[in-house]
């Protein structure tokens, strides 16, 4: 088998992860963000570039890439910058011919509200905030212009390094829509990466998959839970905030193609980070 010469583009805590498990495969990883860290050693090759710029001196050959920036701010101008000129700064920079997989890590924002209900790869899009229409808008950009790319849309994401639920309900800071039927969905961290790099490699990618667990949770329910295991009185009753809809997010394409999350369900990977 060729070796795979990958880059991470927008190299924050997920392609790290990424890049941890391809350099395993033996792979070849780039990784590029605007001020790479200063002794590096985990095998990960470095490059210095903002992607809302035009790219320079990038390696000849990719033949993989994972988009996954994270904008500075949120705001419209911060997501516009990596989600509209970020693609194309970086297609512009490669050699498209060498291209097999572009992994485009996205969000189940794009799918707004549905009331609930179950939601798949097929079900339209109806992005209700910035961020999602923006998303959206890279992901039909991408199709577009790439046969080879595919859209990985990540639920909520928890894990090492990412606690800041589980610190904001053990302080009290939390607020739940109690009796509102709102659903949440989570995927770990560590899956996530995982199912980054299982896409990479499939044969035959779909346009689109869903990155999440195999348990939606009422919210309400989920922060009980959490509240429960750290000792915290249970949430009082408030907004969330933001543009979250309420969905159940269903997995079972990716799992058909082979992918099997290890953390099946956030209760209990949260349990695990508690435990620690």
């Not at 989600?83 to 297609?91: H, T």
């Not at 859209?151 to 610190?167: E, F, H, I, N, Q």
Request: glycine share 10%; aromatic share 8%; with cysteine.
């Amino acid at each position: 088998m060729t070796k795979r010469r990958v880059l991470l583009a927008g190299a924050g805590d997920l392609c790290l992860r990424t890049g941890r498990l391809l350099l395993e495969c033996s792979d070849e990883v780039w990784a590029l963000r605007r001020h790479p860290p200063a002794g590096d050693a985990t095998g990960l090759r470095w490059l210095a570039g903002d992607l809302a710029r035009a790219l320079h001196g990038l390696p000849t050959g990719i033949t993989h890439v994972v988009y996954a920036p994270a904008p500075d701010a949120r705001d419209p101008q911060a997501y516009r910058a990596v989600f509209e000129l970020g693609p194309r700064n970086l297609l512009a920079a490669l050699d498209r011919t060498a291209l097999r997989r572009f992994v485009f890590v996205s969000s189940s924002a794009v799918y707004g509200d549905h009331g609930g209900a179950w939601v798949d790869e097929d079900t339209p899009a109806c992005p209700a905030g910035f961020n999602g229409r923006l998303l959206l808008q890279a992901e039909t950009w991408l199709a577009e212009e790439l046969g080879c790319a595919t859209s990985l849309r990540l639920a909520g994401l928890y894990g090492p390094g990412r606690t800041a639920l589980l610190r904001r309900i053990a302080d009290g800071a939390a607020r739940v829509p109690r009796g509102a039927g709102h659903w949440a969905n989570r995927f770990h961290i560590e899956d996530a990466a995982r199912a980054v790099v299982h896409v990479l490699g499939l044969q035959q990618a779909r346009q689109c998959y869903i990155g999440a667990d195999d348990t939606p949770h009422l919210i309400e329910d989920l922060y009980d839970a959490l509240a429960h295991m750290l000792g915290a009185p249970q949430p009082p009753y408030g907004p969330l905030g933001g543009d979250m809809g309420s969905k159940k997010l269903d997995n079972a394409r990716l799992r058909a193609s082979g992918f099997v999350p290890a953390w099946p369900d956030a209760v209990q990977g949260y349990k695990s980070l508690i435990d620690r």
